[in-house]
């Protein structure tokens, strides 16, 4: 258990729609990091936030969005979706904003869109 | 460019042999370099990384080698074992102050019994 945690740990919903994914950062992390991982493929950066200010912008499609509140909890919002966006979608937190810290990865929350 | 190519995509060794992944990349700033395990389904696992000012670190069965010079890292399992097959990312961040990691796109490990 790496100590970050992430629900809801499997979402189905239909194309169109718009959903939430939450993490919630290791104690004392001050960074959270998302990622989108396909099926049988590498991890895609999209957002990272520190200390509830983005800090850097992968891939991450319009569509899509995140914000970090002041318990640092963080969420990923996703609307307009589509078949492609079918993922797990991973966060990770690290102590700091900086990358050579190591990032410490939650259970992933498994999006199906149909 | 931000770029880490991973190699080999795929890899299958016989239990008790040794295997070896290489990642190279772009950034020369980059300065840390870790290593995840992924099984299926489950979440990315820091297994070991190395810093720049450190060419090798060990930890039982497995060891990462770092050379700056050509810009390439590589993760060694020695003995391997059938749990020992997963999914296996290397990463490298972009910059030596930045935020983001770019990930290799893998290599799958088998084990065969």
């Known amino acids: 258990d790496s100590g970050v945690t992430q629900t809801p740990k499997h979402l189905i919903t239909a194309t169109g729609q718009r959903v939430t994914l939450r993490c919630s950062p290791r104690?004392?992390?001050?960074?959270v990091y998302w990622y989108q991982q396909s099926l049988d493929q590498g991890l895609q950066f999209l957002i990272q936030?520190?200390?509830?200010?983005?800090?850097a912008k992968g891939n991450i499609l319009e569509r899509f969005s995140a914000q970090q509140f002041p318990d640092l909890h963080s969420e990923l919002n996703l609307s307009s979706l589509e078949l492609g966006d079918s993922a797990l979608y991973f966060c990770?937190?690290?102590?700091?904003?900086?990358?050579?810290?190591?990032?410490?990865f939650g259970p992933g929350t498994r999006l199906t869109v149909t | 460019g931000e770029n880490v190519e991973q190699h080999p995509s795929t890899l299958s060794v016989q239990e008790g042999d040794s295997a070896v992944i290489k990642c190279t990349y772009s950034?020369?700033?980059?300065?840390?370099f870790p290593w995840y395990k992924q099984e299926l389904g489950k979440r990315p696992q820091l297994i070991i990384d190395?810093?720049?000012?450190?060419g090798e670190k060990k930890d039982q069965r497995i060891a990462v080698t770092l050379n700056k010079t050509a810009k390439h890292f590589s993760l060694h399992i020695t003995e391997t074992q059938p749990e020992d097959s997963a999914v296996y990312f290397c990463?490298?961040?972009?910059?030596?102050?930045?935020?983001?990691?770019?990930f290799g796109t893998g290599t799958r490990l088998k084990v065969l019994a």
């Open positions: 990770a937190s690290s102590p700091s904003g900086r990358g050579s810290y190591e990032q410490y």
């Open positions: 990463a490298a961040p972009k910059g030596s102050g930045t935020y983001k990691y770019i």
């Open positions: 190395i810093r720049s000012n450190v």
């Open positions: 950034d020369s700033a980059s300065n840390y």
């Open positions: 104690s004392g992390d001050l960074s």
């Open positions: 936030y520190y200390n509830g200010e983005e800090r």
